[in-house]
């Protein structure tokens, strides 16, 4: 014990950092800080720690180069030992901080922690924001497979669009014409030295001014926030009612940081590392690219954006919200810090979540998408086909071989682009699916030239038939006046 | 020499480093900046297309579309398989030809051809194109894109080397080319 004493002592005598650290682990906190809602920044430094040495692990091993990544992290997977392990760590350590990240900052805003004097510690977390989502998005491409190449591809088509310069844009992108080696290699550089200089740089900041500040007291109804009076105030609660952050508040960070690290580390055992999927080679076109899951919200927006809209609103949407975030505590930098008198705080929560919540549950199914083999791996129900005519038997061919059932369902079964047609016949008459089939139109392509009339009749036929028992198809009252009395259908 | 003196030429010392330094940033960031835009100035001095040839024309029966790959015209040895690029080939009439990029308008995912009902689908969000290459519907604003072909001995040639994106002047215009054609 004795020596370990001298030890400290001589360090210290060189070092004079014992009695800085001292006085910031037991600088007091307003009494109620020390609560579990209070724990979410340091979980999410205790998994950018966690990150940067599983990082460092991999690279290792893995080989930044277009030709050898895919095989590297195959070695990573099935060749090193344990590497499978580090590969899921690290993987799933990402996907626990973005969460961690974006849950630290509903609950600061939520505790209207960016009012004065706070704002820039606000600012800098945005900036925190974005390069953990840079992080995300450039690992993604690292786990070099078919998604990577084509989410490349789609970040490269919404640089283009940026006018004047996209096309410069793409080629600073890419690093050069296509998606290959040079691209990888600018996506490493930016995934292992440029945006980890930077988060190191933000956390920096962001943890010196929350010493610097203190930490957000518990905001109470009815106690505004004023330039004039609040840092005098912010004294009081932690000169006079305050607590030592260490052990009062810590022992609640400590435990729920060895949580989450649990946490990841149970998921990466049970679930395993991310892929890769298929090789990258561009000429495999048989994939469905799908980005990873915080931005599936994102992949699920762009099939539903308006195509005249769509280039607006990705160019100046993603503008208009990182300033929005940034600017919030300048414009709202006094008043209620509690969440139960900031209803339009606490809406916007949910709005925002809901959307996001909502889009990336889309994204999970898709239903945009033409189901590409259902034609050919979706039988037509065999209640459609008892006891039709050969024409309509006929017509349920032409449905299932023009690949009408990739964007059409029946029975639940199919493409979701176009409308279910279990009951199209109640909704349009035969003239009226004659012209949507030859014609197409809201959003359906035209396929006049692709069926021949005798194909057109058939396939009308077998859609006639598609109404209940019960209710009788739409018919054309007018025509059937003109027809003759015969074709009119008793009532 | 008083204090004051003293103090001042120091604060001009210190000015004097501080240009100095600033000059030499000024020269260093030059060959910086120049080496970050390589890809751009590459494009703009030499242009990264060239004719590249996809086989021989037997390949390509008339009326039908297939899947032809060309090894991308600059490429390095790390490249990997990334340097091997696929287009659509449809054979019009066995004198006219289309070759369309696989990459959607919309946002660059691989089209797949459909023969049965003759239309591009694409996987991402719902694209699709008719044969010949113009949109028929979902968020696509505009028709495939094409590369110029030329046929020299049998042989099918296409002028291609960089990926097509929607913002590209070339891409729009070969696009607006064919659809006249």
Redesign the interface.
Known sequence: MRMIQKLANWLDLRLQLGAPIRETLEHPVPRETASWFYVFGSAALTCFMLQIVTGILLALIYVP????AWSSLQTLNHGISLGWFIRALHGWGSNFMVAIVLIHMVQVFLFGAYKFPRELTWMVGVLLLLVTLGMAFTGQVLRFDQDA??GL??G???????PVV???A???M?????????TLSRFFALHVFVIPGLLIAFVGVHLLMVLKLGINEWPMPGRVVRRATYLQEYHELTHKQGEPFVPNAVWKDILFSAFILLSIAACAVYFGPFGPGG?????V?????RPDFFFLWL?AL??F?P??A?TPILLIGPAVGIIGLLVLPLVAGEGEKSWKRRPIAVLTILLVAVTLGTLTHLAEHTP???V?NA?SGEPIPQEYLQGRTALERRGALVFQ????H?CHSLDDKGGQ?GPALDRVALRLTEDQLIRQVIQ?GG?????G??LSPAETTALVAFLETLHPTNQKPARNASQAVALGASEVSPR | MSAENNISRRAALVKLGLVLNGIVGAFLAVPIVRY??S??I??KKLG??SWLSLGGLEQFPAGQTR?A?YK?P?????????????CWVRNVDDHTFQVFA??CA???????W?P????F??????G?Y?QDGSR??????RGLFQYHYKIEDGKLLIKA???P?????VAKKAGEKMTCA
């Open positions: 180069s277009a030709g050898e190449y084509w591809g789609i490269a088509s919404i640089a283009s669009r940026v996209g096309p410069w793409v080629n600073l890419l690093g050069g014409p296509i998606i290959a080696g040079a090789q990258p080679d561009p000429t076109i048989q994939t469905s690219p992949y762009l099939s954006l195509p005249s769509e945009w998408s033409p590409m034609w071989v023009k690949q009408c990739n682009r197409g959003n359906m392509p035209a396929y030239k692709n | 970050l835009l890809p751009v590459r494009e990264y297309e899947l790959t991308n600059v490429v390095n040895v790390w490249d990997g398989e990334t340097g091997d690029i696929a696989v990459n919309h946002l660059g995912c691989p089209v797949r459909f049965q009902s003759n239309l689908m694409c996987p991402c969000h719902g699709a008719y028929a519907s979902g968020p696509p604003e080397g960089e990926m994106t929607p913002g590209q002047p």
